[in-house]
């Protein structure tokens, strides 16, 4: 029965959908259709394949990837729901049929912002059966972290405890690689609507393996194509400006105010994202591994299609496409193939995993060379053992209104000697060190995040707890505000080592509080006393105004170190609800849950 005309303006899969929804309700209005009122030979109505796809997303590219997934979908006939995670409830989540979800992984195993909800409910041992699901999990996030992908992987984890059938094996990308998610993509749509047999056994949980591409290969979810031509895939050669020294004489820290042009590049942000900057390796690193294996920096080696003419020279390769602080398993593996009697091949044992994940700890590739020197590679396998040089994300310390055309960071550098050689962080020291301001391209891109933004409201009270580098966002937010005339409140909680020598940017701050615009201003110096004062402490110090500005419906922001620091100062928060709000344990649980659905409790963690 055609009852919504050709012409309407609805896709031919949505006029299917609506002329049986139409003619089922006519059905049960009427109690028949006769059966001469069909034409003869009229094909079936389509039933509307329903599928929900849940994002987790902190910084833009899970989202992104989730439109794609949704636009493919679509295209397939399916009739799509995408949601945040956070925003599909338990009685939601208990009807479905087929969920898609696409979730990053932040900090030490985190999920994101829109996703701490819906972990808390799900991981809840009252959390309800879902046999009737069918679903699949892609994950985005970092192999420099130990839990890789490690909230997706509990996500899928937790919905097979649950009951629910895994259609596709999670895949798993790491950084810009995103030929898992082409192969996940594949697998995913020939399965959804497969009905299996009752007892068939599960798709297995372990990632669908991509291949380890160029870096910047593959399509980047960060930002549309027709928006800004640079990407993470094809970056904007900027030019540095500054890379000024913040902390004083005689402390142990080396943080770096970095300043970098724009030039007519277009590239827009907002106060709260982040600026991708692909760094170039430490020049004496890529000598030593040369000489390790005894190779020609000359001699050309293949890195794909994406790159011209097919090939560059190794010596490239090494300094700014792959990753050399790190070594590989794959390069684990084929060390201990190659020098069956080394150290690296008796710690490889299965048995003696522990012992290599703690001998691995701080060592890098020309490290695990050193371990098998009887092991010769050529400049084609080591490239195929080696991992891609993916960007590094910092968060904005300017806002655009205040500093157009130009960007600013906070970069604390990272030099330490371990294992008897001196090691530096990749891309800190490259800014710090090795880019000569106003010659040496910049490669950059901005990361947008969409969940880590000032109050949109100008009036809204706004309480920023930023430590260390952490304050780098949030000297975005107080020039925004200044900027666009914002009335709103602003709290500031500071911390690091010593006031003497680690005050950062305090010629900017003291000035904002004394003319009142930085309303509240709490410093912590860890080392300035004999009990170390961090910034949590302070909060508990403050809870009753803490509470108090909650209460007029403050924005909460946390920047910073995820490890310790962001789990301390939500233990902090905690207690300033139960304390000073009066409320239990589990009523707090309560209370910051709805700030986080609020959108008033937002982290920028690492």
């Given at each position: 029965m055609n009852i919504v005309p050709e012409t309407a303006p609805?896709?031919?899969?949505?006029?299917?959908w609506l002329n049986g929804f139409l003619a089922a309700s006519l059905f049960d209005r009427l109690g028949s259709v006769a059966p001469a009122s069909a034409p003869s030979g009229s094909p079936p109505v389509a039933r509307p394949r329903p599928l929900w796809i849940g994002v987790g997303s902190q910084s833009g590219s899970a989202s992104g990837l989730a439109k794609k997934v949704a636009k493919a979908a679509e295209s397939?006939?399916?009739?799509?729901?995408?949601?945040?995670?956070?925003?599909?409830?338990?009685?939601?989540?208990?009807g479905l049929e087929r969920l898609l979800v696409v979730c990053s992984t932040w900090g030490d195993g985190e999920p994101p912002d829109n996703a701490a909800g819906f972990w808390s409910r799900l991981s809840d041992g009252a959390a309800s059966r879902l046999e009737s699901l069918r679903y699949s999990v892609l994950g985005l996030g970092d192999r420099n972290y130990a839990d890789f992908c490690g909230a997706a992987r509990r996500i899928d984890e937790r919905l097979e405890a649950l009951g629910a059938r895994r259609v596709a094996p999670r895949a798993e990308c790491d950084g810009g690689d995103r030929a898992p998610f082409t192969a996940w993509m594949e697998a995913v749509w020939p399965s959804l609507d497969r009905v299996e047999p009752e007892g068939a056994p599960p798709s297995v949980a372990s990632p669908i393996p991509g291949p380890d591409p160029v870096p910047g290969s593959g399509p980047s979810a960060a930002t549309p194509a027709t928006a800004c031509p640079w990407t993470r895939r094809h970056p904007y050669p900027a030019r540095l400006r500054v890379a000024r020294r913040l902390n004083g004489e005689g402390s142990s820290k080396d943080t770096r105010h970095i300043e970098i042009e724009l030039g007519d590049s277009s590239l827009a942000y907002e106060a709260g994202d982040a600026l991708g900057v692909q760094p170039s390796n430490d020049p004496a690193l890529v000598e030593g591994i040369l000489q390790a294996l005894g190779l020609d920096p000359g001699v050309p080696v293949s890195l794909g299609p994406s790159v011209p003419g097919g090939?560059?020279?190794l010596g490239e390769a090494l300094a700014n496409r792959w990753v050399l602080t790190q070594p590989s398993p794959a390069l684990v593996k084929r060390l201990a193939e190659l020098a069956p009697g080394s150290l690296i091949a008796s710690l490889s044992d299965p048995s003696r995993r522990p012992d290599l994940e703690s001998w691995m700890a701080g060592r890098d590739v020309l490290d695990a060379l050193r371990s098998a020197p009887e092991a010769r590679l050529d400049a084609t396998e080591l490239g195929s053992l080696l991992r891609p040089l993916q960007p590094r994300l910092y968060s904005i310390a300017s806002s655009p209104k205040a500093h157009p055309g130009e960007v600013h960071l906070t970069v604390g550098t990272v030099r330490y000697e371990a294992h008897g050689r001196s090691r530096l962080g990749v891309a800190s020291c490259w800014l710090a060190d090795r880019v000569v301001p106003g010659v040496t391209p910049v490669p950059v891109f901005v990361q947008v995040s969409r969940h880590f933004r000032?109050?949109?409201?100008?009036?809204?009270?706004?309480?920023?707890v930023g430590p260390g580098t952490g304050i780098a966002?949030?000297?975005?937010?107080?020039q925004e505000r200044r900027a666009t005339g914002a009335t709103g409140k602003n709290w500031l909680f500071f911390g690091d080592q010593r006031r003497a020598t680690d005050y950062l940017y305090s010629s900017e701050?003291?000035?904002?509080?004394?003319?009142?615009f930085l309303t509240r201003?709490?410093?912590a110096f860890s080392r300035d006393q004999e009990s170390k004062v961090y910034v949590q402490d302070r909060m508990r110090e403050q809870s009753g105004a803490l509470w108090q500005w909650l209460e007029e419906g403050a924005h909460f922001y946390v920047c910073g170190d995820a490890r310790r620091?962001?789990?301390?100062?939500e233990a902090a928060l905690r207690t300033v609800i139960q304390t000073a709000g009066g409320r239990t344990e589990e009523q707090a649980s309560e209370y910051l849950e709805s700030l986080r659905s609020e959108g008033r409790y937002q982290k920028d963690v690492y």
């Open positions: 609805f896709s031919r899969e949505q006029r299917a397939k006939g399916f009739e799509v729901t995408l949601r945040e995670l956070d925003r599909i409830t338990p009685d939601e989540l208990s090939s560059i020279d000032p109050p949109s409201d100008p009036s809204r009270p706004m309480i920023m966002p949030f000297r975005a937010f107080l701050l003291d000035p904002l509080h004394r003319d009142g201003l709490d410093l620091m962001a789990k301390d100062v």
